[in-house]
């Protein structure tokens, strides 16, 4: 079965930390570009950041940039989001989601995506 795990998420507080985790299951990320999404209440689904399959492109959304870091290891078939810095406005579910090809690609729309995750809770609050 094909399907992408996502974990990490918790509650924190305003400046604090967290590190997700997206690890595939059932394929190769190593194939795939991988982007990170978030969906707060009431609000569409909004993508953050994304790596393209070879590493050699990252896309950061400018509500992130200089606090969020992706990341991929692909001898543990797992990508990673390092937030850093964050704020209550954070506060959303975030998804993984991976589409297919090589090369510097970063899809940006969610139709694009072939496979997601099924989401982690990420609360900023005090």
């Known amino acids: 079965q094909l399907q992408l795990v996502e974990s990490g998420g918790g509650l924190v507080q305003p400046g604090g930390s967290l590190r997700l985790s997206c690890a595939a299951s059932?394929?190769?990320?190593?194939?795939?570009?991988i982007g990170w999404f978030r969906q707060a209440p009431g609000k569409e689904r909004e993508e953050v950041s994304c790596i393209s399959s070879n590493g050699g492109r990252i896309i950061y959304a400018d509500s992130v940039k200089g606090r969020f870091t992706i990341s991929r290891d692909n001898a543990k078939n797992t990508v990673y989001l390092q937030m850093n810095s964050l704020k209550p406005e954070d506060t959303a579910i975030y998804y993984c989601?991976?589409?297919?090809?090589?090369?510097?690609?970063?899809?940006?729309?969610?139709?694009?995506?072939?496979?997601w995750g099924q989401g982690t809770q990420v609360t900023v609050s005090s």
């Open positions: 989601a991976a589409a297919a090809g090589t090369g510097i690609a970063t899809p940006s729309y969610l139709y694009e995506y072939d496979y």
């Open positions: 059932g394929f190769t990320l190593e194939y795939y570009a």
